[in-house]
């Protein structure tokens, strides 16, 4: 079992170059959707001090305006806390006749609340469970399907049958009283970060075990009006219910199940026979853990046509070992390993 990747300084110091122009830029940027906490202006300051000719228009109400920013013409780039929804990956591409182009400019968070946090999956304390792989979390919190999700492609591959459910205790391999018993599941109602779960492990289905309690981020502007004590929020579930069940499982963010006893983590395996990765700063920022989510740029780029040399620079900066430090040094997001900057460098040649 992993319990911890490389430190993130040492990363960026050995395996990231320093930014350095390939060309001189001049002229507006227009940024519409997220500030992402400040980074985004800390990257824009750092930027135009080597790029002194760059100029930012921002408009930064919410990642729920980036898309629908470029869409409409109004941004060059779109920066964003999530994936897309359903409704923004079609309505781009049917305004334009091909794909949205993505870059991950950052890691969510661990602990650090409201900052696109990977997601943890938790159990009450006394039950021996200690490690679920990805296909296993599908069986448990999904249903049978005909297909799922690949942007806005309905994908026969996504599919499953009702042989790949997982309902008791015993199909995971516990024995005795655990047998026979039925897995109650718990987790987030509607939202980007159901919409995140729904992607990595149900296939981008919306098909769950008809058992799912949902609950929504306590101490949030999603609280009903009716429910001035918070039960619909997901501390009142970890703690008052999930600590008291002891056949439950649930998946939520860390910063939600802080200080809350009667439950512990369960490490995950992206793939069957491990290796199990334990949820920890260390493991997010290395990404060798497989619920960490993404923090995205989002531009318009027709196909076989460059980017703009002006948003390709600024991007650049942003995936150099100068950008990816900024993130460090402000702590609201993980910045990335060197691998994922490679990737995602290579979507803008």
Known sequence: MLAAGAPASADLQTDLPQYKAERHVAGTIRNFGFGLGGVLKLWEQAFTKLQPEIRFDDKLPTSDAAIPALV??????????????????????ESFGYHLTSVVVAS????VEGRSNGLVVYVNKDNP??????????G?????RNGGLVGFKWTLAGGRGPEGNVRTWGQLGLTGAWAERPITTYGHAPSGTSRFFQLKVLHNSDKWNPNYREYVESGSKMIGDDDPTQLGGLRHMLADE???DKYGIAWTVAPQARDVSGIKPVALAARDGGPYVVANKENFQSRAYPLVRSIYIYLNRAPKQQIDPKLKEFLRFILSRDGQQIVERDGNYLPLPASIVREQLAKLE
């Open 72 to 93: 409409t013409g109004a941004a060059d780039l779109a920066p964003d806390g999530g994936e897309p929804a359903i409704t923004e990956t079609l309505s781009f591409y």
């Open 108 to 111: 969510g968070a661990y602990d």
């Open 129 to 138: 469970i200690s490690q679920l792989t990805m296909r296993q979390l599908d």
């Open 140 to 144: 448990i919190f999904g249903a049978e």
């Open 242 to 244: 999930l600590a008291h």
